[in-house]
């Protein structure tokens, strides 16, 4: 990659994250740190431009300045003039512990990109089907009608189109650019897992937190090499993370709630198993409406209103342009119900599911162990744990990692063949936000303004 | 009781840095090993195998697009399909990555309409005979070789 391709991926990274910091401080209340905001601009603006991108290939930079205007102007008459209000462009003083963190997160993804340099094209699903699509869309007008002859042609189009949006702002498909946007995608998640926490936890359990996630080996290779998975954990962890924030600090404020809906419509945008995380977080939303339905039905409803934007993208790419599922394919009554009464399938997913749990993220020393003590002895707040907050954002983990579950006893590939090159990255993507409910669960810092 | 409390304070507080300072070590210790471990940062100029066959099949693509062919299928072959054997993963696995490569023509197997064909020979770089009804478009010299489908009379 050369420096002048650094230059214009820098500006096409900047801008779709402009776009993202307009949209997300048009919905989050002002008490939000600046730096959320700031972290959360970058998945928001992947997520948003990615959208456009898909709607409108060939003028995507006219209407992306459009709808940054449009945004700007919204955010000048909220907030008035940026020049004059700094504190809501700035993220303020920030303590050192949050420096040291922030060295460690830079070393850390220099160190993941040394990764990109040697596999500028991505690991085997990196090239084959997210690097594959992104160059069929990029290099053919006619994708829509050719994306079939590429490896499962049917996968959602987030990554893909932030790929070719880069490279349509460069100008070339440079290898390697891909690896790059993955890796800055990945690690703005490690950002927002320890500033959402830091909103109301202590400095320390945030870092450590953050940390744990930082420092899972195959996480890290896995955004490398370009893979699906961790952009869809981010914009989960994001999405749960919002929930627990409104519950938490902005009841009045339902923007919270319409910006996890559209961090969860993002991730439906990025993987298939992002639609079953539209469905888990949905249900873990309406079960309060056996208590307080209206209340429940109107924090949906905003919850809905931003989700409806990427749902709507899904849906139209489902119907238009991706073919069958290739797990739907060919299946029969008699072959599904044969698959739901074999016990013995049920107990190698079981195994699997506990043998996995303790490898999947590639350890030399697994963290586990250490972080339950460190939280144990800084307090757990045993009321948290009853809370909305934390029941909606387990419940929603529980439906998806339950949800994981039924798709392999129903699977039609080999069944040892689909966990062992699967399990391990389901596991993935609802690894940042276990680590998130886990530092939630600890004892709250009261926040200055409160 | 107070002096309960107090000591009680003290252990846990004192066991908390010990959990803490036992925790970062881990934390870092993972960082050190990913850093260190070729496996998971190979060193640089380490050759990747996707980039081979991507530059590999670079002058295929330079001579497609001069027949003027931008779109379209184009057949795959290797020395096993010419000698009528079963394919192993090996070839698929070659295959899938020279299909990467391609896009956006479509590397196809099994396709006798398709109007070119590629010959992989990369795995010995013997290349044999030109097989009968088909013309060498391109031979690079790197085990690949394009051919064009003659018309049938």
Redesign the interface.
Known sequence: MSYANLVDFTIAFATSTLLGFFLTSLLLPPRVSAGLTWILAVPTGIGLCSLIDFLFRRPMFTVETIVGVVLFGLWVWRHGNPVRNLTAVTPGPIPLIGLLFAV?LVW?LV??Y??V??????GWDG??IW??HA??IY??P??KE?IE???HPDYPLLVPFMVVRMWRFIGAAV?GISGLVSLLLTFSGFGALALFLAQRRSA?TSV?IA??A????LY??FAALQEGDTPLAVFILCAIALVCLYFERARDHFGVLALAGFMAGCGGWTKNEGLLFIVAISIALLIPAFVQPRLTLRRFGAFFAGLAFPLAVIIFFKLTVAPQNDLMQNRHYEEIVGRLLDANRYSSISESYVQTLWKFGG?????AL??L??LL??RIDWRTLRSTEWLTGALTVFIVLAGYYWTFVLTPLDLRYHLDTALFRLYFHVWPSVLLLAGLATVKVDSPEE | MAGYSTVRTATIGGLRSIAIAFLIWVIFYNLWEIASDPRAIPPPGTIDDVVVRNNQFEPIVAALFEEGYRSGRIDYMSARTLRGESQPIEDDHRWAKYRFAAIPLTLVRNAPDAPYVLGDFTEDGKIPPVPEGLIVVANPENGLVLYKRQPKP
């Open positions: 460690v850390t160190t993941a040394g990764r340099t040697v596999t500028p094209l991505g090239w084959a690097n594959s160059r069929m290099r053919d006619k994708w050719h002859h590429t490896f290898p320390l450590l940390l744990v930082l420092s899972t080996p890290l290779i350890w030399a020393w697994h963290p250490p972080l003590a460190v002895l800084s």
